[in-house]
């Protein structure tokens, strides 16, 4: 049965967190300290860099910055063309569809898929796409927001994402925050099947206990980065964002030791 849910065409004017340069460049420092570790290099150097669901461009902006042969893919009209006249001189900003990505195969080294899967219509397709056009050697960063986080991220609503679709519509038009509830999260036993056919790496509770190294000061309380590891995976079920390496060959991440090293995630192995 087909999807009733359309495309976001225009999600920078919809959600005004996606202008906010300050917060956008800070969520681009995070993604670069686990890429870099991640593939074991200080830059992104001669790579071929992709920023899947850019918008108005901030985070490919830092990735051109660290060195990266960098494009970035949405089918935000209004935010790609702020972005093309802020950063085109480096970035080179394409509309494009995540679930026919305008790339070829295996083309990219790196890909940032941060924050997007919620907000496309069919997600395990446009994952099929990233699997394509991503290099046998190459990265996939992926931001991946978890239904059973607590305080709903797109809203901020409490337990919004546990709702079903009518109540939570109700909640976001009773609370001011909306007409009605978009995004479609999932758990972790979903994620995972979304990442079938790939190895994957979360460097979640490494993010949490070195927020220093992975620039995560300022979104990770105090409190939670000094909690043990052993009782932070106690609460992984309910950490609102998983963040995830995945690569085609099997790669290991090549970054030395952590208080909390990444732990590979078990997904299926049809794609």
Known sequence: ???????QLQYSELMEKMLDEEH???????????LRHFLGRSH??????????CSAGFIADELADAGGLTVGIDIDEPGLAKASHRFGD??????????????????LDVIVFNH?????VEPDAVFTELHRVLADNGALYLGL????????PHHRLPFLSYLPTPLADLYV?????????????RTRPTLRGLARGFTVWDYTLSVIREPQLFAS?????????????????????????????ATKDGASPAGGPLRANPEQVHVGTAR
């Open 24 to 34: 956008r460049r800070a969520k681009a420092r995070k993604l670069l300290g686990v």
């Open 1 to 7: 049965m087909p999807s009733e849910r359309r495309q």
């Open 90 to 107: 480096r970035v080179l900003f394409v509309l494009g569809d995540g679930e026919r990505l305008p790339v070829a195969d295996r083309s």
């Open 217 to 245: 000061e300022e979104v990770i309380p105090g409190p939670l980065r000094s909690m043990p590891t052993a009782a932070l995976k106690t609460l992984m079920p309910v950490i609102p964002t998983y963040i995830w390496v």
């Open 173 to 185: 038009r009773l609370s001011g925050r909306g007409d009605k509830y978009y995004e479609r999260l």
């Open 145 to 152: 927001a978890n239904r059973l986080g607590i305080l709903e």
């Open 116 to 120: 997007i899967y919620e907000h496309v």
């Open 44 to 53: 992104l150097d001669g790579l071929r860099v992709a920023d899947v669901g």
